[in-house]
């Protein structure tokens, strides 16, 4: 089974900037649409971004549109979330996913993804 790595969360103030990255095994990334969930304690888990990684279009929520763009590497298997203009209510644990066919309409479906990644916290302070 093909696998996700993720890196890049942290710390840090309002109005600041952190990029996250999502490595994929070759078998996932080819063809998928790969993405970003978070979580909150008590809150269930919301789609960011999502990108299909033969191309475009990507998809955003819209309490992050015009603040975080998704963007891929196709040769290092890699999406990446640059995250600017960072608010204390993006504070969150960040989930990768992919999508085996797609991203669509669905894209935010929980129950679509097939692979999540390990999480990484995001923390923003006022």
């Known amino acids: 089974q093909g696998q996700l790595v993720e890196s890049g969360g942290g710390s840090v103030q309002a109005g600041g900037s952190l990029r996250l990255a999502c490595a994929a095994s070759?078998?996932?990334?080819?063809?998928?649409?790969m993405g970003w969930f978070r979580q909150t304690p008590g809150n269930e888990r919301e789609g960011v971004a999502a990108?299909?990684?033969?191309?475009?279009?990507?998809y955003y929520s819209d309490s992050v549109k015009g603040r975080f763009t998704i963007s891929r590497d196709s040769d290092k298997n890699t999406v990446y979330l640059q995250m600017n203009n960072l608010k204390p209510e993006d504070t969150a644990l960040y989930y990768c996913?992919?999508?085996?066919?797609?991203?669509?309409?669905?894209?935010?479906?929980?129950?679509?993804?097939?692979?999540w990644g390990q999480g990484t916290q995001v923390t923003v302070s006022s």
């Open positions: 996913m992919a999508r085996r066919y797609g991203c669509g309409a669905t894209w935010n479906y929980r129950q679509s993804v097939d692979v």
């Open positions: 070759a078998d996932i990334y080819s063809g998928s649409c």
């Open positions: 990108i299909y990684t033969a191309g475009l279009p990507t």
